[in-house]
């Protein structure tokens, strides 16, 4: 049995500064040295291993089994998304339909900085509201190739945009686990946040306009950024505060889509920047003399009704697949039928209080995220007429274009877990709780650099809910004000988690482009997290205090 300290060196600060080791150590090879991404995660998981060790007095065998187990985490909550995700698509290259949707979206508006808005913002928010873990930066990077961007700017697109969902997405499953993890009201912690991200999704089409056109491009196409920002974050702060936080990036999603749709017809740019569609197989080149790749689906003269509903089909089939699965009555059988869990074998650890850590592996092999999309992509197969044969080479196909990105994300989900279970992600909570009133500042921090490691707000809530909590308890301060903040400044982690940076790089065929990704993303992550940081703490003074939820 492994007891975990908090500070077990002595000196609080100290201990911290070990516990950084490892995050240090992977951002400053990832984004300074410029190391592939694959041998920086492995170099911070030997460092997390090593301070576990040595400064924590973890065993070895334990040390070694927490990153398998985070490893094993991995395989269900980003790689069996990712794969099905990216099949997905595969398949609508393959069979030509792909193309006809670029066309299809390019039909919306003939300037692409309005498709990026679309496709990375809308639609994201769309598939990250629905499913999450990764798809929606796999999914929209992809398309926004096919729209004409380069391969690293549409990952760039995808990272950045997917930060205005996050903290509802998945059908507010962050939100949920927050307030399952502290025992207050899930409802008023989505209030909250809604309080809060809701402000910055206003400027995030702004800052796609920016990184797709340049800045200059702002003056061109602000109506639609400003259309699509001020639609999303009143839809997003009016269902979460007076409806159902779950359900508030799905119509957030839709509504601001349907208002880009609405202005263009009355407005477009003064001139229009085109992109000529690429059709582009994710991991391949626009040379590929892969039949895969040519067109074969759509007339010269437009494409036809059929073809335009065949392509929109799969993320059809998305929607009400992950909607369906929502229903009470569906949830309760697939929990009842489709859940095997087990205490994962070797790991027996006590916290800090002497509570049991929670080391149970639940495989979720019906109800789960990458499943549905697995279903999907079955009927996919139907819709789009593709045999089982050339459906299961895709699907390998798919696989192996992952390549290095695979072991990227088994190595920093192992890192995350020998961080969380020895202890070390507590120091740091615990070390920041320690700022006092400065903390309500730092209150996003805690929450960013949970999932930074974690890769996803749900893991990052329920790593620091309590703590920010707590910390709120001790400052008089709402908990409702640090909890929430806890999620909406983790979202702008995200962006920057090595995960999402090995999905981005290999869905646009970049593997091992992950630190020059990191370098483009991380100043936008910085700088709202700055933004956030300030928001908070006016939520925390009497200037915002009336924001707040009690």
């Not at 949920?176 to 946040?193: C, E, N």
Request: overall charge positive; some cysteine; glycine content about 12%.
């Amino acid at each position: 049995m492994y007891h975990q300290q908090v500070n077990p060196t002595g000196s609080l600060t100290g201990t911290a500064l070990l516990a950084l080791l490892p995050l240090t150590a992977l951002l400053i090879l990832l984004g300074g040295l410029r190391w592939k991404a694959q041998w920086a995660g492995l170099v911070a998981l030997a460092a997390a291993v090593a301070v576990a060790l040595f400064s924590y007095s973890m065993p070895l065998g334990q040390a070694l089994d927490a990153g398998a187990f985070g490893a094993a985490l991995s395989l269900l909550q980003v790689l069996w998304i990712t794969f099905n995700a990216i099949w997905i698509y595969n398949l609508t290259v393959r069979s030509g339909h792909f193309e006809v949707l670029g066309r299809a979206f390019a039909a919306i508006s003939d300037d692409r900085r309005v498709q990026a808005i679309v496709i990375a913002f809308s639609f994201g928010a769309l598939l990250e509201a629905l499913a999450g873990g990764g798809s929606p930066v796999a999914i929209c990077s992809v398309m926004l190739v096919a729209a004409g961007f380069d391969p690293l700017k549409a990952a760039v697109l995808a990272l950045v945009a997917d930060t205005a969902p996050v903290a509802f997405g998945g059908l507010g499953n962050p939100i949920t686990v927050l307030g399952s993890t502290t025992g207050l009201s899930a409802d008023k912690f989505g209030a909250m946040a809604g309080r809060q991200s809701a402000i910055l999704a206003v400027f995030v089409p702004a800052i796609l306009v920016g990184i797709a056109g340049g800045w200059k491009a702002l003056r061109q196409v602000w109506p639609a950024a400003l259309t699509a920002g001020l639609t999303f974050g009143l839809c997003q702060f009016a269902f979460s505060n007076y409806w159902s936080y779950k359900l508030c990036d799905i119509f957030a999603a839709l509504a601001s889509a349907g208002a880009i749709i609405a202005l263009n017809r009355v407005w477009r740019p003064a001139d229009a920047e085109g992109g000529r569609p690429v059709p582009v197989i994710a991991g391949g080149s626009v040379d590929d003399p892969d039949p895969a790749v040519v067109r074969r689906v759509g007339a010269p003269g437009g494409d036809s009704r059929t073809d335009r509903v065949k392509a929109f089909a799969p993320y059809a089939v998305i929607v009400l697949l992950f909607s369906l699965a929502q229903l009470d009555s569906v949830k309760n059988w697939l929990a009842t039928h489709g859940i095997w869990k087990f205490a994962w074998p070797g790991l027996h650890i006590l916290n800090a209080k002497g509570k049991h850590v929670d080391t149970g592996y639940t495989l979720n092999y019906l109800g789960a995220t990458g499943t549905l999309l697995f279903v999907s992509g079955l009927i996919t197969l139907l819709i789009l007429r593709t045999g089982l044969i050339a459906g299961a080479r895709t699907y390998a196909a798919t696989i192996r274009q992952f390549g290095w990105a695979i072991f990227t994300i088994l190595c920093v989900y192992g890192l995350s877990y020998v961080m969380n279970l020895s202890g070390q992600i507590t120091t740091l909570g615990v070390w920041l709780a320690g700022a006092g009133s400065a903390f309500a500042f730092l209150s996003p921090v805690v929450g960013w650099f949970g999932v930074t490691i974690t890769g996803t707000d749900v893991g990052s809530n329920s790593l620091f809910g309590n703590l920010q909590v707590t910390a709120a308890h001790q400052l008089n301060v709402g908990p409702t004000l640090f909890g929430a903040a806890n999620s909406s400044g983790g979202v702008l982690g995200k962006m920057i988690s090595p995960q999402n940076l090995a999905i981005g790089t290999a869905a646009v065929g970049e593997v091992g482009a992950e630190g020059l990704l990191f370098r483009r993303v991380l100043g936008w992550s910085l700088a709202m997290l700055l933004a956030l940081c300030t928001i908070v703490w006016l939520q925390s003074t009497p200037v915002l205090s009336w924001m707040v939820v009690h």
